[in-house]
Nanobody, 129 residues
């Protein structure tokens, strides 16, 4: 079973930045053949998609993070990242990386819906005011 490994969570004050990382080395069929995404879940709320991409393709962001968060994948380092700037208390949540195989030579935008196959263990992000 593919295992995604996350890191980079922590506590920051409003306006600060964090960078989350997810090791994707077990996704062996080529990065562009997967959808990759970040989700988050706050206490009492449903899990929501934050950002998604097909590496080297168009990215997709939730409206709440547009202009503040950037999703990217480093193919050489096998690392999915979420750069989070201008953090707000409302961003406090457990963040999960996710991936799914979409077939060889697949194309198109990746969704923010939770129908992904592989998941990380989650990393906590806390933003204080």
């Amino acid at each position: 079973q593919v295992q995604l490994v996350e890191s980079g969570g922590g506590s920051v004050q409003a306006g600060g930045s964090l960078r989350l990382s997810c090791v994707t080395s077990e996704l062996t069929n080529g990065p562009s053949n997967y959808c990759m995404a970040w989700f988050r879940q706050a206490p009492g709320k449903k899990r929501e998609g934050v950002a998604a991409l097909r590496p080297r393709d168009v990215t997709n962001y939730a409206n709440s993070v547009k202009g503040r968060f950037t999703i990217s994948h480093d193919n050489a380092k096998n690392t999915l990242s979420l750069q989070m700037n201008s953090l707000e208390p409302e961003d406090t949540a457990t963040y999960y990386c996710a991936a799914k195989f979409t077939g060889f030579y697949s194309a198109g935008a990746c969704p923010l819906s939770p129908d992904y196959t592989y998941w990380g263990q989650g990393t906590q992000v806390t933003v204080s005011s």
